[in-house]
């Protein structure tokens, strides 16, 4: 996710500023941290792999000279966490520095045509292209505004940037596009920043820039420009009326609503994986007798989910498997013909690590799937992909579950397309369904979070929930109870709902409330004799259902209404959005703090 801040001032000295504001963003990446100014006429830049405090122990970021000054704080994507790969990054001649939260989509053909031009890199970073386009740009002496204008159409993809310059170090130019970036405007002071609280103790006065705009800022004033045209663009700035606290995190009350409410953004990310690691997963894949895919917790219900679209989609059999079974269960299977896919967010956790080197060891070929780039399982990793979620703060997996879908189905897709098992018709239904996807996660949260707060209110005394579906609802179902539980502490039950006559239903008796995950695909038919079923025992049902849905909806005590037309495999990142809600809301009600359930610890680095 990454922080970038800025300021420029009248007189003083930017370090302490940028220090503090970096503190401040902390919460948005830290693995590497970076601060550059301009001081006699030349780029000074501090910055290294580690956290603030430990950068601030080595290099004393807090004492940078200088009256115009950039930061960042990072979580890395493009490139291991290490010193090269930190920014600020500068162009060839050290004129230039940029510091970028987002992802540039088109930077491989932008470093290959730079390259050709003489340009040299030093990171593996997405970012570093932008300080040589600018300096082949100032080339045409056109000024630094323009250079970075010019620049800024060449991208494609997600970014918050900000630049400075020698030829001109009076000024901050930064651009704006799908990546946040507010502007606060002090006096004989500005900042710029990823997200409010950065400036805060400085001013409350902000102004939020939008997609493809730009702002110079100078110690006198704020421009704001747009990209396409280089027209003036005019904005008043409004009173932040937040808290510090209250600031950090968006004005939510808990990081786990913020995250809840981001996953529109997350999975956008989530899906800019790099094309060529989706083709090298598919083709170890494809290429494999056997292929497991190991997780813990959530991360094993996004493998669960998966599974059925491996299954469905490229017609291939994947096993899933708890991580911490792994070895006991399948050690004898594991030799050089076998892949196993592995996701973990934090890359760390003990049960998947052990499971993973033991496969290593028996000659399996690993494929990881992580948010923590830099992190173990990167390391053992033949393969990774990031699942660009950015630092999830609350300990219950929300935005990153949503992710690892996503990145999965994704290289199920990418192994269908490869194995020529989806027609092209099929390929361009689950291509728009991508593509929608965000568009579908907002509309739920608009339209759900009331709806699913009054039916916690309505049956917030009942001492237990179950959750049922079928087919990749299953998955959808247990990460449900798995949520509820974790931060309600109810023991809470989940079943492929045809199962659930096999045993479960004795525990049925008035009143009992099922949840149902129905969507309108293949399985829908079967639920809603399963629903029958648990009414004819007088249970009461809650139903997740599409906006067309018939018959679960009408027989359902309270519905749930998500938008129609999902494709199947893309169902479980939204239908998960009001079960984590409502997990969230009934801890809350409970009194619990949601983003600290007790017992438990983001990452689980013991067996
Ligand atoms: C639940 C949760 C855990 C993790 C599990 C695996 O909300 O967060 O169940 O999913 O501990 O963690 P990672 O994905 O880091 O390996």
Same mark, same amino acid.
């Given at each position: 996710m990454?922080g970038?801040?800025g300021v420029?001032l009248?007189t ?7 220090y503090d504001?970096?503190?401040? &963003?902390e919460y948005? @990446?830290?693995?590497s941290v970076?601060?550059a ?19 601030e122990?080595?290099?004393r970021?807090s ?7 950039? @930061? =960042?704080t990072?979580?890395?994507t493009?490139?291991?966490p290490?010193r090269e790969?930190?920014h600020p990054?500068t162009?060839?001649? @050290?004129?230039?520095a940029?510091v970028h939260?987002g992802?540039i989509?088109n ?10 031009t003489g340009?040299?890199f ?7 292209i932008?300080?040589h386009l ?6 045409r002496?056109?000024?630094f505004?323009?250079?970075?204008r010019?620049a800024?159409?060449?991208l494609s993809?997600?970014?918050a940037l900000a630049?400075?310059?020698t030829a001109?170090?009076?000024k901050?130019?930064?651009?704006r596009?799908e990546s946040?970036l507010?502007?606060?405007?002090g006096v004989g002071a ?6 409010i609280p ?10 939020f820039?939008?997609?493809d ?5 100078t110690?006198k004033g ?7 045209s280089g027209?003036?663009?005019l904005?008043?700035p409004f009173t ?10 968006s004005?939510f009350?808990?990081?786990m ?10 999975v956008r990310n989530a ?6 690691y989706?083709d090298?997963?598919?083709s ?9 895919l ?5 991360s094993? =219900?996004?493998? &669960?989910?998966?599974t059925?679209?491996? #299954?469905n989609l490229a017609?291939v059999e994947?096993?899933?498997v708890v991580?911490?079974e792994f070895l006991?269960?399948?050690a004898?299977l594991i030799d =050089?013909?076998?892949?196993v896919l592995?996701v ?5 956790t003990?049960?998947t690590?052990?499971?993973?080197r ?6 399996a ?8 780039m830099?992190s173990?399982?990167?390391r053992?990793?033949d393969?990774y992909i990031?699942q660009?979620? @950015? ?5 219950a997996?929300t935005k990153?579950?949503?992710a690892?879908?996503s990145?999965?189905?994704?290289i199920?897709?990418a ?17 728009s ?5 965000p ?7 608009l339209a759900q979070k009331e ?8 049956? #917030?005394?009942?001492i237990?929930f179950c959750?049922?579906?079928?087919g990749?609802?299953v $998955? ?8 509820l ?7 809470a039950i989940?079943y ?5 006559? =096999?045993?479960?239903i004795?525990v049925?008796?008035?009143g +009992?409330?099922v949840?149902?995950? $129905?969507p309108?695909?293949?399985a829908y038919s079967k639920?809603i004799g399963?629903v029958m079923?648990?009414k004819?025992?007088?249970a009461?049902?809650?139903g997740?259902?599409?906006r ?6 009408s027989?359902?005590?309270?519905t749930?209404i998500?938008? #129609?037309?999902?494709p ?9 959005l009001?079960l984590?809600?409502? $997990? +969230? ?6 009194? +619990?703090?949601?983003d600290?359930?007790?017992?438990l610890?983001?990452?689980?680095t013991?067996h």
């Amino acid at each position: 996710m990454c922080g970038i801040s800025g300021v420029v001032l009248e007189t003083g000295q930017v370090g302490p500023i940028l220090y503090d504001s970096l503190k401040r &963003l902390e919460y948005r @990446g830290y693995d590497s941290v970076g601060e550059a100014a301009v001081v006699d006429g030349r780029l000074l830049v501090k910055k290294d792999q580690g956290k603030i405090d430990e950068v601030e122990r080595e290099l004393r970021i807090s004492e940078l000279d200088g009256i115009v000054g950039i @930061g =960042h704080t990072r979580w890395a994507t493009h490139g291991a966490p290490s010193r090269e790969n930190a920014h600020p990054h500068t162009d060839c001649k @050290g004129t230039v520095a940029v510091v970028h939260n987002g992802i540039i989509e088109n930077f491989m053909q932008l470093k290959q045509e730079l390259e050709a031009t003489g340009h040299e890199f030093r990171s593996r970073t997405d970012t570093e292209i932008v300080a040589h386009l600018v300096e082949e740009n100032l080339k045409r002496r056109i000024g630094f505004v323009e250079a970075v204008r010019d620049a800024a159409k060449r991208l494609s993809g997600a970014y918050a940037l900000a630049l400075i310059c020698t030829a001109e170090p009076d000024k901050i130019v930064c651009v704006r596009k799908e990546s946040p970036l507010v502007i606060g405007s002090g006096v004989g002071a500005n900042y710029l920043a990823s997200d409010i609280p950065a400036f805060l103790p400085w001013t409350k006065q902000a102004l939020f820039l939008e997609d493809d705009e730009m702002a110079v800022l100078t110690s006198k004033g704020v421009r704001l420009l747009k990209v396409e045209s280089g027209e003036e663009v005019l904005r008043k700035p409004f009173t932040v009326e937040w808290s510090v606290e209250t600031a950090t995190k968006s004005g939510f009350p808990y990081f786990m609503l913020k995250e809840i409410d981001e996953q529109p953004n997350s999975v956008r990310n989530a899906l800019r994986t790099d094309p060529i690691y989706l083709d090298l997963m598919a083709s170890a894949i494809s290429r494999a007798k056997r292929v497991f895919l190991l997780a813990c917790g959530t991360s094993y =219900h996004a493998c &669960l989910a998966a599974t059925y679209a491996f #299954a469905n989609l490229a017609k291939v059999e994947i096993t899933p498997v708890v991580a911490s079974e792994f070895l006991d269960g399948y050690a004898a299977l594991i030799d =050089h013909d076998t892949v196993v896919l592995t996701v973990s967010q934090s890359g760390e956790t003990a049960d998947t690590l052990t499971a993973v080197r033991g496969a290593k060891d028996r000659g399996a070929t690993v494929l990881g799937v992580t948010n923590v780039m830099g992190s173990t399982l990167t390391r053992l990793s033949d393969v990774y992909i990031g699942q660009n979620s @950015g630092p999830e703060m609350g300990v219950a997996a929300t935005k990153t579950f949503t992710a690892q879908v996503s990145v999965l189905i994704k290289i199920a897709v990418a192994l269908a397309q490869k194995r020529k098992t989806l027609s092209e018709k099929e390929l361009q239904v689950l291509q728009s369904g991508f593509d929608r996807l965000p568009e579908w996660l907002s509309m739920t949260l608009l339209a759900q979070k009331e709806n699913v707060r009054r039916i916690v209110e309505k049956y #917030a005394d009942r001492i237990s929930f179950c959750f049922l579906g079928r087919g990749i609802s299953v $998955a959808t179902a247990l990460e449900g109870r798995l949520k509820l539980l974790e931060l309600s502490y109810l023991p809470a039950i989940a079943y492929p709902a045809g199962e659930s006559k =096999h045993g479960f239903i004795s525990v049925v008796e008035d009143g +009992y409330p099922v949840i149902f995950v $129905a969507p309108n695909d293949e399985a829908y038919s079967k639920v809603i004799g399963n629903v029958m079923e648990m009414k004819a025992r007088h249970a009461q049902v809650i139903g997740i259902v599409e906006r067309d849905d018939g018959q679960v909806a009408s027989l359902s005590d309270e519905t749930i209404i998500m938008p #129609a037309g999902i494709p199947s495999s893309l169902t479980p990142i939204v239908f998960v959005l009001p079960l984590q809600l409502f $997990a +969230y809301y009934m801890a809350v009600r409970k009194g +619990y703090n949601p983003d600290f359930p007790r017992n438990l610890a983001k990452s689980v680095t013991v067996h």
